[in-house]
């Protein structure tokens, strides 16, 4: 019984790969070559399903005259030409598939670009905000230097991500260690609407603080303020972790 349905499965990927191994010799010698493109589609997660925000593969080599067949899968998604600077918007000119909606995963929702130069051509889902998850896909990136499939995700990521702060790393603020015994003096420096703790061995206080970093971008803190309050070990002069401190 178990076996019922693993055996026609079996079946149809060894099928899908004997479809992909007869392609092979194509890629060494004359004709031009079909690459397959899955766009879309659904995947397992802790929870159930849950659609896939991808191409996959994400990245491929091509040659010139070379085709790309995009599959759609669920639910509603583009291929759409872009820039690597501007990865989640449209290139003036470029080529663009439309709207390919397939909610219910059939079979040939596609869409064919044949590969018109070895050059980089830089692509992405128009969808909402499906860019900014990273659904982003590249012929003929770079794989080395700054202009990689990964420097180009990052971009998408970055630039139009949905998060209200765009967060970028600040740097690590250096603690004295000849100021164990400073007191706990909290400063919050912008935005101080509930800042309060101060003085030695005030008790254990939350304090919130927001301003600006480095980079100019938003930020936003929380103090628990009060050395006292802490263990020894994990107070003054363990900034930033309780390394070694679970019971
Ligand atoms: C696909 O998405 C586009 C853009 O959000 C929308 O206009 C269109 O109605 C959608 N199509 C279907 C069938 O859901
Ligand atoms: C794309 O190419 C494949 C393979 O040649 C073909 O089966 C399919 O019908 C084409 N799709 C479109 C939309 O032209
Ligand atoms: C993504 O960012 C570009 C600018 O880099 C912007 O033009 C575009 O509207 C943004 N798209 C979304 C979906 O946020």
Not at 161 to 185: E, G
């Amino acid at each position: 019984m178990k076996y019922t349905f693993a055996l026609p499965l079996a079946a149809s990927l060894a099928a899908a790969q004997m479809q992909v191994m007869s392609l092979a010799p194509q890629a060494t010698g004359t004709g031009p070559m079909i690459h397959t493109v899955t766009v879309g589609g659904m995947k397992a997660v802790s929870t159930g399903m849950a659609p896939s925000l991808a191409f996959f593969p994400e990245s491929i080599t091509a040659n010139v005259g070379d085709m790309v067949e995009f599959v759609f899968m669920q639910k509603n998604h583009t291929v759409t030409q872009s820039t690597f600077a501007e990865p989640c918007k449209a290139m003036a000119g470029g080529q663009d598939s439309g709207f390919m909606p397939n909610p219910e995963g059939k079979a040939g929702v596609t869409w064919n670009m044949t590969v018109a130069t070895t050059d980089p051509t830089w692509w992405y889902c128009k969808q909402g905000t499906h860019c900014g998850v990273g659904m982003v896909f590249a012929v003929n990136a770079a794989t080395t230097g700054d202009k990689t499939m990964s420097v180009f995700k990052n971009n998408a990521i970055n630039k139009n991500s949905t998060k209200q702060a765009d967060l970028k790393p600040a740097a690590i603020q250096q603690v004295n260690p000849a100021a164990a015994a400073a007191p706990s003096t909290v400063t919050v420096a912008a935005g101080a609407a509930n800042a309060a703790a101060t003085g030695a061995g005030a008790t254990a206080t939350v304090v919130a603080g927001q301003g600006t970093d480095g980079a100019g971008q938003a930020c936003g803190c929380q103090c628990l303020c009060g050395v006292n309050s802490f263990p020894q070990e994990a107070a003054v002069n363990n900034f930033g972790g309780f390394a070694g401190m679970l019971p």
